[in-house]
């Protein structure tokens, strides 16, 4: 009978020990993952229907491309597409306070064009631009903010698509952001790059927009 009551204590005394191992590894892989969480950064891309992926799926869109192209190089970062086809600098301004629940590292801005096609005042542009940086900072001051510079059609009259060009490099310089000069570098005009209307990139576009973006980001990140 001791001998029973004897076994059956060291196999209660077993079933604690391995329950306390149990959940020291569940505590361990909560610990783990919640310092990998911590661990990764963000980058929001807002802009109109070039970051939003206009015509594909949002996961053929640059945003995505740009986020498998940090991983596959070592950076642990998520990317956001905080993209909206139509945007311009004014709707982008009533809606980033929003935006801006997500706590972000690296702020992409690529917002404008809209305005360019519209022949909108410049002036105007340039200052809802600047708005939405200041509360992007007001909010993050360590944030990192690279501006994504766009053109405007020859038809659009010289000097202004002159100016407009201009815009993004005056926001970059006075904003001490990093500058990416024409995101589409590579992919405006080329029709085997963009869609059938001739203004938005096709899957293999969007591959070269995110390798634009990622030729500035790699140095800082």
């Known amino acids: ?10 196999y209660i005394e077993m079933k604690k020990i391995y329950m306390v191992i149990f959940l020291l590894v569940g505590y361990l892989n909560i610990i783990n993952s919640a310092d990998a969480q911590e661990a990764q950064k963000t980058i929001l891309c ?19 491309v740009l986020e498998e192209m940090l991983n596959d190089s070592g950076y642990n970062y998520r990317v956001i ?12 301004l009533t ?3 929003w935006i801006l629940q997500n706590k972000i590292n690296v702020f992409i801005l ?3 064009a809209n305005d360019g096609l519209r022949g909108l005042p410049l002036i105007q542009t340039k200052s809802n631009l600047q708005r939405i940086i200041q509360r992007v900072l007001k909010k993050y001051p360590e944030a990192q903010i690279v501006i994504a ?15 407009f060009s201009y815009v993004f490099n005056e926001l970059a310089t006075e904003n001490d952001a990093l500058l990416i000069p024409f995101l589409l570098d590579g992919v405006g005009g080329i029709p085997e790059l963009n869609l059938p209307d001739g203004i938005h990139p096709n899957i293999e576009g969007h591959k070269i927009v995110a390798e634009n973006v990622f030729e500035v980001l790699k140095d800082v990140l």
């Open 1 to 10: 009978m001791a001998r029973n009551l004897l076994i059956f204590l060291k």
């Open 95 to 97: 809606r980033i306070d």
């Open 149 to 163: 510079g766009m053109m405007v059609p020859p038809n659009m009259g010289k000097d202004y698509a002159t100016e």
């Open 110 to 112: 690529e917002l404008g």
């Open 81 to 92: 597409n905080a993209g909206l086809s139509g945007e311009t600098s004014a709707g982008g």
């Open 46 to 64: 807002f802009g109109n229907s070039i970051t939003a992926g206009y015509g594909l799926d949002p996961g053929l869109a640059y945003p995505a």
